[in-house]
Structures are given as C-alpha cells and as structure tokens.
C-alpha cells in the first residue's frame, strides 16, 4: 500500500500534481473538440434544447446515468459509506428507488405532452403566462441546490490534487479560482454545445466514470479473496465507527430517525421531479425510447451504486485513519485510487471525477438556461412570438449568468458533504415540482391557482425550512427546525396546497372557463397516455 502525506494545514497532497493536472486537461480538450464537432448545427430551440430529438433510447440511457451520477454518487456516497457505513449506503438505495417513481409515473408522459421545459406540460392546460414563470423560477432554485453540490465536489477534489488547503475565515483562496475556472469550461460547453453536445459529454463521461469505478471495485475486492464478507469485516475492524450496524449517521435519537425518514422520502420522490433529467425524455423521438432510456439508465445506475459500496467500504478499510475523516469525506475515493494504484490510479480516478462535476454542471446549466429562455422570455416576455433566433441568444446568456451564480455558490458550499447538498436539492425537486407535475397529469380538476399553490408554496416552505435547519444553523441544538433535509413535511405540504389552490380557482372561474379547462384536461390525458398529437415541432397551447 502506499501512504499519502499531509499538506500543510491538514490537507491530503496525493500523487504528481502536474500528471493529475494533464490527464484532466487532456479530458477537457478532446470533450471540447467532440463538442465543436457536433453542435455547429445548434441554431434552432429544438436543436439547442433537444438536439433535434434525435438520440435512441440506450444512447440518452447512458446520458442520464451521465446526468445522475454526479458527484454525489462518486465522491459524496462512497465517502458516506467509508465514514458511517451502512447509513451512508442508503444514500445510495434512496437514489437508485426514485427511478422507478420516475419510469412509472412520469417518462412517457412527460415526452408526449411537453415540447422542451417541465413548463411545457405544467401550463399545456393551465395559463400559460404565471404558470411558466412558477415553472422557471423552481427550475432555476433546483438547479442551483444541485449546482452547490458539484462545485462543493470540485473544490474538495482541487484540494486533495494540488494542495491547496481552503484558507479559514476567508472565502476567496486558491481553491475558489479552481471553482471558477471549472465554471468557465461549464459555460464553454453550453454555449457551444448546447444539449448535443452536453449529452455526448455526458455519454463518454458515464462510461468513463463506470469503468473506473468496475477497476477499483474489482481491485479491491481481489485484495480480500473477491470476499465481500471479508471486506466489511476489515473495515469494521479499522473503523472506529462500527460500519456494519446501522445507526452511525441516523437512528441514535427520534430526531436522527425522523430525519432519515425525511431524507428517504425526498430521495425516493425527488429524481421525478429534477427538471436536468426530465429534459433528457426530449431528446428522444418517441415516448417508447423514453422509457428505453429509464430502462438503460436504472441498470447502469444500479450496477453502479453496487460498485461505490465496495468502494466506501474499501477506503474504510485501507486507507489510513489519519487520512480520512468526517471532514473530508469526498476525498474518499481518490484516496482510495492512491493507494491501489499510486499516482496514476489517482490521476485518471481525479479525472474521472473532474468530468462528472463538469458534464452534470453542463446539464444543470442548459436546463437552467432552456427554462428561462423559453418559458419566461419566449412565453411570458414576447408572448409565445419571440423574434427569429432570438430564444437560442437568450438562452445562451442566461447560461452565462447561470455559471457566475454558480461559482459563487459553490465557493461559498465548499467544504459540505456533496451527497447531503444533493440530498437537499432532491427536497426542493419534489416539493416544488412533482405535486405539480402529478396534478397536471392525473388531476382533471386541477387548475392553474392550484398549480400556483402547490409550485410556488412548496418552494417556499423547502427552501424557508432549509434556511431554519442545522444545515444552515451548524447544529440541531440551535436550528429552529430540527430536521437536516425537511421532504417530511414540505412534501405532503406542497400537495395539500395544491388541492386547496384547486378549489380555491374553481371557485372563481365561469361557466365558460370551467368547460375549456375540462376539454383541454381531456385532450392532455388522451395525449400523454397515447401520444396521439405529440410533437417536437410547435409547442403546445
């Protein structure tokens, strides 16, 4: 095995700085050059949003295992595991679950009603105008949730590669200019790439990011006889925490329990509801290869996460204790690939990495883009009559601010647990969107106060109780709101108001309003469970 050594000021400097650098450097180049070669054609909305619909389904399978498998799965779960053992592993469980919600409830649906946007299907029957802007402005707040939790990854990846400790008390330091100049390379993608491009990066970043993780697991479990058992007992023994048991993270108090049960909730509910995947069912043709493309996406998302508990229990057991910790839990994995393979292993494990943060944030960005541009500029500014040209310009801008937020969110989330930050964005998902999005599909009755209500009060009550949490307050004995992750209670509260906004809406429409809000309930359930008149070609209205 082979021993790292500790920087100045606690900070883990693995491995040949300047060949992590390269290997990372190398990846950027030949995605970039990948991305210019494929989206000089990305001039139309539909070519910049949905490149065209024109993937197969096992092709935009592995894009959104590219899309789900952020940072959170590599560096934040695997480091969960490798701390607190079982209750980190069920992270993983709560992530892999919620695609069935997805591939059940919402794939097919969502590709034959919507054009674009989640705001394509929440408004197909409802108002256009404040319907769409609710639809951005959650798009935006859930993208940014999950855009602190890739920045975080990348700040605490830079770190354990050069050295680079984050300086106490300040905010800007060495490891903030390396979150900025990922931003930049994000910004680059989109702008260039539109969703073409960010979805071949995105393939050749799954795959890559699949292979490394198969080496290490099969690695490590060859160090143990290919004995699980013999695995989970090594950590356990190194371990000061006891990784077999459950209860390290959750379960020691009522409040941790409840906890838990909050953060499954959102974890299993979230995924239908995080507007980066549901864009992805419209770079498909049909609603048929939308589903294809859950079906890719759930095996290779399982077979993943199956690899990241040998991979947490693996680091348990080898790394060394002085290492790792509670306050560098994402170098989990990295540390681990030092000592299987020494500075290679590091180096192309580190890049790995580097392009999962960079493929999901392009992901994160275009869909943030996407929404505003064609729901709040196309729909709500110009009135569905935007000039020639001019959406995609938007769009392009608005991933420009979208990158600067960004940077500055993420040095400010340095430091934070990435899979807790995604955890935390999976809350807003599905308090914000998915009551929403359920309503609109299944709910004849379901109106426009309704959708209000239930988008806008969800959001809300989330992000206010987030604010209120130890997640902001540092610690449970502090914080006005007990619980870390508040789906519990922001999850049921957001339908409940979406069934109070209904009947409060109904109560003030006509006659006349009541009957073409049932015609086009009817015409929106014969489309989206038959398909019949769906189309990318005109957005519906």
């Excluded at 605490?156 to 900025?180: E, H, M, N, R």
């Excluded at 079906?295 to 399982?302: H, K, P, V």
């Excluded at 709101?481 to 979406?498: D, E």
Aim: aromatic residues 10%.
């Amino acid at each position: 095995m082979r021993t790292g050594v500790l920087a100045q000021g606690g900070t883990a400097q693995l491995g040949n700085p300047y060949l992590n650098i390269g290997i990372f450097l190398g990846f950027v180049l030949i995605t970039l050059l990948i991305v210019y070669r494929v989206s000089r054609s990305a001039t139309t909305a539909s070519d910049y949003y949905a490149a065209g619909s024109s993937f197969t389904g096992p092709q935009n399978g592995v894009a959104i295992s590219g899309d789900y498998l952020s940072a959170a799965s590599f560096l934040g779960i695997a480091g969960a595991i490798a701390v607190n053992g079982y209750d980190g592993f069920l992270y993983s469980i709560g992530f892999l679950v919620a695609w069935l919600t997805a591939l059940l409830l919402v794939a097919e649906l969502l590709r034959n009603v919507g054009r674009f946007t989640l705001g394509d299907v929440l408004a197909f029957r409802m108002k256009q105008r404040p319907v769409r802007a609710a639809a951005a402005v959650s798009t935006l707040v859930v993208s940014f949730f999950y855009l602190l939790a890739q920045m975080a990854g990348a700040g605490g990846l830079i770190s354990l590669l050069l050295g680079i400790p984050k300086t106490p008390g300040t905010i800007f330091d060495g490891q903030a200019l390396v979150i900025a100049l990922v931003g930049l390379v994000m910004i680059v993608y989109v702008l260039y790439g539109g969703m073409r491009g960010t979805t071949w990066v995105q393939i050749i970043k799954a795959t890559l990011l699949v292979i490394g993780a198969a080496v290490m697991t099969v690695w490590v479990l060859g160090l143990y006889g290919f004995d699980l058992s013999a695995l989970l007992g090594a950590a356990d023994q190194v371990s000061p925490a006891n990784l077999i048991n459950a209860g390290n993270q959750y379960g020691k108090t009522i409040t941790s329990r409840i906890d838990f049960l909050s953060l499954a909730v959102a974890l299993v509910l979230g995924t239908a509801g995080l507007p980066h995947v549901l864009m992805r069912f419209y770079t498909v043709p049909t609603a048929q290869e939308a589903r294809r493309s859950v079906n890719w996406a759930i095996w290779i998302i399982g077979i993943f996460y199956l690899f990241t508990l040998v991979i947490g229990y693996g680091a348990a057991a080898i790394v060394p204790p002085n290492l790792l910790s509670s306050k560098n839990v994402n170098d989990a994995a990295p540390l681990l690939a030092f000592e299987l393979g020494g500075t290679l292993l590091l180096g192309v494990v580190s890049a790995i990495a580097f392009a999962t943060i960079l493929a999901v944030v392009a992901g994160l960005t275009i869909t943030s883009a996407a929404s505003f541009a064609h729901d709040v500029y196309a729909s709500v500014i110009k009135e569905g009559r935007p000039e020639p040209g001019s959406e995609v310009r938007v769009a392009r801008r608005t991933a420009l601010v979208v990158g600067v937020v960004a940077v500055i969110g993420g040095i400010l989330a340095n430091g934070q647990n990435v899979a807790f930050l995604v955890a935390l964005a999976f809350a807003v998902a599905a308090s914000a969107n998915l009551p929403t999005l359920l309503f609109s599909l299944f709910w004849k009755k379901f109106n426009t106060t309704g959708a209000l209500f239930s988008t806008y009060g969800g959001l809300v009550v989330c992000v206010v109780l987030i604010l209120l949490s130890p997640v902001v307050f540092g610690s449970a004995g502090e914080a006005i709101f007990p619980l870390s992750n508040p789906g519990i209670v922001s999850i049921p509260l957001s339908f409940l108001l979406g069934v109070v906004g209904t009947f409060v809406g109904a109560s003030r429409g006509d006659a006349a309003e009541q009957a073409e809000h049932e015609r086009k309930a009817a015409e929106m359930e014969v489309r989206s469970m038959t398909g019949a008149g769906s189309s990318n070609t005109a957005a519906p209205h």
